[in-house]
């Protein structure tokens, strides 16, 4: 089982959080050894707080308005490797340990499996593992937290 | 210099996005070669438009609230390779060729280049390559258009 590293942010850095008018941040999480960008979700300062000291991720479900942890329900958890703020700070990066089958609870291993265009996914050969690996869904799935 | 691919979306694929009560989504930028996530930025249905038909990231400037093409400023400009969408749509990510020195006005090749936590990123020997060459950069400052 991964093992929970806290991260201790310094004041400073989590000042430099700008959350927007509902006191909402964007995250991105990312596979921290495929690379593959698993989902985007929203965190407020108390579940940012919550990941960073729990070491897992901690969202704030805008649609039911709670709080939810991740893999609390599905078991498939995130455990933090790095955490990052963008330049204007309104946008965060996680990379992640991703436990269980993958972030999306439609069970695709990241939430972006799906193309715009007939052609689908860049050729083979610029490929990361993960595109190929990518099954194809019916259109018109909700995502939600698992 | 890198070549304009077109992406010819179906209607069915762009009625799957989700636009906010602002008439934007999320749009995700990562590099298709290092996979490293360069920015976030916001798109309204005329930019994802003109993004997949020129086969360049086009977004929506909430600040300045316009619409504003990577590159133009900058040179920096980002040649779409793969374009997708969420599980429930209201997050975009596009797999780009990134030309010039990065996709943030600070100089940085990405966004992210602040780490929470006093040790930083994960331990090298997990890190893709794009980690070991990102500087340092002083708090503070405000992302850009480029």
């Avoid at 991105?28 to 989902?39: A, F």
């Avoid at 078991?75 to 991703?98: H, M, N, P």
């Amino acid at each position: 089982m991964p093992v929970a590293v806290p991260i201790q942010a310094t004041s400073e850095q989590l000042a430099s959080v700008r959350y927007n008018d509902d006191g909402l941040v964007a995250a991105i999480v990312q596979d921290h050894s495929t690379s593959e960008v698993l989902m985007m979700a929203w965190m407020n300062a108390e579940t940012l707080e919550e990941t960073l000291v729990s070491g897992r991720t901690v969202f704030w479900s805008r649609s039911r308005g709670e709080r939810w942890r991740k893999g609390d329900t599905s078991g498939d958890r995130q455990w933090i490797k790095s955490a990052r703020y963008d330049c204007d700070g309104d946008t965060l990066l996680f990379l992640v340990e991703q436990e269980g089958a993958g972030a999306c609870h439609t069970g695709e291993r990241s939430c972006f499996y799906r193309s715009f265009g007939e052609g689908g996914p860049a050729p083979a050969t610029t490929s990361p593992p993960w595109r190929a690996t990518s099954r194809s869904y019916p259109y018109g799935v909700s995502c939600s937290p698992t």
